[in-house]
């Protein structure tokens, strides 16, 4: 719908992105990848990591959540996090995972610096992002809850926080 201001495939590629990439550690569901994917797009992010067993376009179970996103977002497998988060160190990015740890900070008292580029990491479904991965970034977000479940599912935590810096870094 053109009435919409929709960039099309080649403008996107072309556009000044927002200085996050996402990085995810062994997702299992490739629902969650192509929904990863579409946030990414929604939001102009750099790029998405595929780290592990983590799904791999193309796959129509990722496309079907996508929705072409997988043609517009940057992308690339890497076969192991920590080789992941090690590269986007060395390229001046700050590498935050999104878990529940000991001395993570809450996500409303992270202090986002508009001159910085950050990484986000997001675990497996199960075992959310893995102990070592976690050592290796410079820090650890908690999305806030107040309900009785521990945790979002991996595509709403990275809509949650993508939106959080995303408001501070372009809109604010």
């Given at each position: 719908?053109?009435?919409l201001n929709r960039l099309s495939v080649a403008a996107f590629q072309q556009a000044d992105k927002t200085p996050i990439v996402i990085v995810l550690d062994n997702v299992r569901s490739m629902n969650n990848v192509g929904s990863v994917f579409r946030t990414a797009d929604g939001f102009l992010l750099q790029a998405?990591?595929?780290?592990?067993f983590t799904p791999q376009p193309p796959h129509r179970d990722i496309q079907k959540t996508a929705l072409g996103a997988t043609e517009t977002v940057a992308w690339k497998h890497v076969e192991n996090t920590i080789n992941a988060v090690k590269e986007l160190q060395q390229n001046g990015y700050e590498v935050i995972a999104i878990e529940q740890v000991h001395n993570s900070i809450s996500l409303e008292k992270f202090t986002i610096d508009k001159?910085?580029?950050?990484?986000?990491?997001?675990?497996?479904?199960?075992?959310?992002?893995?102990?070592?991965?976690?050592?290796?970034?410079?820090?650890v977000i908690e999305i806030p809850q107040a309900g009785s479940k521990?945790?979002?599912?991996?595509?709403v935590s990275m809509?949650?926080?993508?939106?959080?810096?995303?408001?501070?870094i372009v809109l604010h």
């Amino acid at each position: 719908m053109p009435e919409l201001n929709r960039l099309s495939v080649a403008a996107f590629q072309q556009a000044d992105k927002t200085p996050i990439v996402i990085v995810l550690d062994n997702v299992r569901s490739m629902n969650n990848v192509g929904s990863v994917f579409r946030t990414a797009d929604g939001f102009l992010l750099q790029a998405v990591y595929l780290c592990g067993f983590t799904p791999q376009p193309p796959h129509r179970d990722i496309q079907k959540t996508a929705l072409g996103a997988t043609e517009t977002v940057a992308w690339k497998h890497v076969e192991n996090t920590i080789n992941a988060v090690k590269e986007l160190q060395q390229n001046g990015y700050e590498v935050i995972a999104i878990e529940q740890v000991h001395n993570s900070i809450s996500l409303e008292k992270f202090t986002i610096d508009k001159n910085k580029k950050y990484a986000l990491v997001l675990g497996n479904e199960v075992e959310g992002v893995a102990t070592d991965v976690i050592a290796q970034c410079n820090a650890v977000i908690e999305i806030p809850q107040a309900g009785s479940k521990h945790s979002f599912n991996i595509s709403v935590s990275m809509g949650i926080v993508s939106w959080h810096f995303y408001n501070n870094i372009v809109l604010h």
